[in-house]
């Protein structure tokens, strides 16, 4: 074996006895939300993002300050669904177990097959590619589908790449399957993926989401910076906002890993 492989063993072996490197020597922070703005992307059904300027400038006690109001739909720039969102007996944004909101990164990197077809459906066949070479994927995952789609964002034309003729989207999603194998033969807690929608952009019935939600399975969606982080080896944390009754909301994700185990593209 490789000493560069032993030392990814080793780092992955005790990597496995922490909750996230942070504070530790040769511990990155990866910040993978975008922002929210009136740029933010959303389907063209949600309303729109609106920040409203409420007070800004010196008072009357002659101290500064300034705050704003928000107005802005659930699922909109990167955002977690909730399981509610497509099963009516799911778990509401804030009936989620908070311990599912931290998990190991699993990066399946589909970004050659989505630039040949942006219709491209992660299938069972990328879940056993990956791990072939990485393992069995971990209890507790948050397998993220990285099709290279964040640096479309924020242009909506590029990110849901509409054909005109039909004013049907084209990006790539999970396919129900992979979804469904996921379900019965690993323990995840979370998907996550780069684009809209954790289904392909021609989806009419959602059945990733259906297979997903019926679960209790969260799933992440525009998330940011997927080719910053490893593979294998990163710890994500992925916070949304506790909106009672929520069917999803804003969330900061964040993933943190060793250095040394930095990308391998
Ligand atoms: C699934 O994984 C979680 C940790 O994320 C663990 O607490 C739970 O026991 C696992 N369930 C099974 C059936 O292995
Ligand atoms: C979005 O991308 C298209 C295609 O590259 C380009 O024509 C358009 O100007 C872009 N829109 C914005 C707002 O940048
Ligand atoms: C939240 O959902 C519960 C259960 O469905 C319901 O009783 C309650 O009225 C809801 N609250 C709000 C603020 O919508």
């Not at 989505?114 to 791990?131: F, H, K, M, Q, S």
Request: charged content about 15%; aromatic content about 12%; some cysteine.
């Amino acid at each position: 074996m490789l000493p560069g492989a032993s030392l990814l063993l080793l780092s992955a072996a005790l990597w496995g006895l922490s909750e996230g490197c942070w504070g530790t020597p040769g511990c990155r922070v990866v910040d993978m939300s975008h922002s929210l703005d009136t740029r933010s992307q959303k389907f063209p059904i949600m309303p729109d993002f609106h920040l409203t300027l409420l007070t800004r400038g010196i008072q009357d006690g002659g101290y500064w300050t300034e705050y704003y109001k928000f107005d802005t739909p659930e699922h909109i720039s990167t955002h977690m669904d909730a399981p509610s969102h497509f099963a009516q007996e799911g778990w509401k944004l804030n009936e989620i177990p908070i311990e599912r909101f931290m998990g190991p990164g699993v990066v399946i990197d589909i970004r050659a097959k989505a630039a040949r077809n942006p219709d491209y459906r992660l299938g069972i066949v990328d879940l056993r590619t990956w791990e072939k070479r990485y393992g069995k994927i971990p209890d507790g995952a948050i397998v993220f589908l990285w099709s290279g789609w964040d640096v479309r964002y924020p242009n909506t034309t590029l990110f849901f790449n509409t054909n005109p003729s039909d004013a049907s989207f084209h990006f790539p999603g999970f396919h129900p399957a992979a979804m469904s194998w996921l379900v019965n033969k690993r323990n995840i807690s979370m998907i996550g993926v780069d684009t809209p929608s954790v289904d392909y952009g021609p989806s009419t019935t959602f059945e990733t989401h259906q297979v997903m939600c019926k679960a209790n399975i969260m799933g992440l969606e525009m998330v940011n910076n997927l080719g910053l982080i490893p593979a294998s080896g990163a710890h994500i944390t992925a916070l949304p906002i506790k909106l009672l009754n929520g069917s999803g909301g804003l969330t900061r994700v964040v993933a943190t890993f060793f250095q040394e185990k930095n990308c391998a593209y």
